[in-house]
C-alpha cells in the first residue's frame, strides 16, 4: 500500500506565474483536500475534492483551483502568484466514512 | 478568526517525563478532533483522535482528553522519548465532515523539545 505522493517537493516561481502541483493519493482513498501552510502556522484549507467534484471549499480565492482525476490523483492550479503564495502546499487523502485523512510530505513554493 | 487555538508555541520537558499539550477551540458544532505529529520536511502524521461523545481516548503512550464544556482538549505523552520531538497540530472537523472524508481546521502548533 502506498502512502500519499506529492510532486514537485520544491519549487519556486515569480510573482505572476501559473504553478501545478500534483498529488496522489493513498490506495483506496476517494477524497483528497488540499492544505497551505506558512511559515510558523497550522495547515489551512483550500479546498476538497470527492470523486472528482470539488466537495468544499476554504476562505481561498478563485485563483486557486483544482481537479481530481478517475484514479483519485489531484492538482492544485494556482494563477497570478503573489509573493504570500509562497508556502507549504500539503496534500491529504481520506477515505469516506473513516476518520483520519493521511498527509504527503508536501510541496514548498517560493513566490520570488 | 482562529477556531482552534494552541496558546503554547512550544514546549521542553525531560525525556520520561509527561508531555501535556493543550488546544482550545470555539465553534461548538466541531465533534470530531484529532492530533497531529509533524517533522521538518515531513508531512503531518495522524497520531490520535477523540469523538465529542468521549472524554478521553488512550493509544499507548498517547492519550487525548476532551472538555466540551470548556470547548478544550489536551495530547498526554507519558513517557516522553527523544523520538517525540516534533511539532504538534490539534486538528478539528465539523458534523458530517467525517463522512465526506474530513475538512480539518488545524491550530498553530507546539513545538515540543524532549531532553535526554
Known amino acids: 500500500e502506498t502512502g500519499v505522493t506529492q510532486s514537485p517537493t520544491h519549487l519556486i516561481k515569480t510573482r505572476g506565474q501559473q504553478v501545478t502541483l500534483r498529488c496522489s493519493s493513498q490506495?483506496?482513498?476517494?477524497?483528497v483536500s488540499w492544505y497551505q501552510q506558512a511559515l510558523g502556522q497550522g495547515p489551512q484549507f483550500i479546498f476538497q475534492?470527492?470523486?472528482?467534484?470539488?466537495?468544499g471549499r476554504g476562505n481561498f480565492p478563485p485563483r486557486f483551483s483544482g481537479l481530481q482525476f478517475p484514479n483519485y490523483s489531484s492538482e492544485l492550479n494556482v494563477n497570478a502568484l503573489e509573493l504570500d503564495d509562497s508556502a507549504l502546499y500539503l496534500c491529504?487523502?481520506?477515505?469516506?466514512?473513516?476518520?483520519?485523512?493521511?498527509f504527503g510530505q508536501g510541496t514548498r513554493l517560493t513566490v520570488v | 478568526d482562529q477556531q482552534v487555538k494552541q496558546n503554547s508555541p512550544s514546549l521542553s520537558v525531560q525525556e520520561g517525563r509527561i508531555s501535556i499539550l493543550n488546544c482550545d477551540y470555539t465553534?461548538?458544532?466541531?465533534?470530531?478532533f484529532l492530533w497531529y505529529k509533524k517533522y521538518p520536511a515531513e508531512g503531518p502524521t495522524f497520531l490520535i483522535s477523540?469523538?465529542?461523545?468521549?472524554d478521553k481516548n488512550e493509544d499507548g503512550r498517547f492519550t487525548v482528553f476532551l472538555n466540551k464544556s470548556a470547548k478544550h482538549l489536551s495530547l498526554h505523552i507519558v513517557p516522553s522519548q527523544p523520538g517525540d520531538s516534533a511539532v504538534y497540530f490539534c486538528?478539528?472537523?465539523?458534523?458530517?465532515?467525517?463522512?465526506?472524508?474530513?475538512?480539518?481546521?488545524f491550530g498553530g502548533g507546539t513545538r515540543v523539545l524532549v531532553k535526554p
Open positions: 491529504a487523502s481520506s477515505q469516506t466514512g473513516h476518520t483520519e485523512a493521511f
Open positions: 490506495s483506496g482513498h476517494n477524497t
Open positions: 475534492y470527492y470523486r472528482e467534484e470539488e466537495n
Open positions: 465553534n461548538s458544532m466541531f465533534d470530531y
Open positions: 477523540i469523538s465529542s461523545i468521549k
Open positions: 486538528a478539528a472537523s465539523g458534523p458530517g465532515q467525517r463522512a465526506a472524508g474530513n475538512k480539518l481546521t
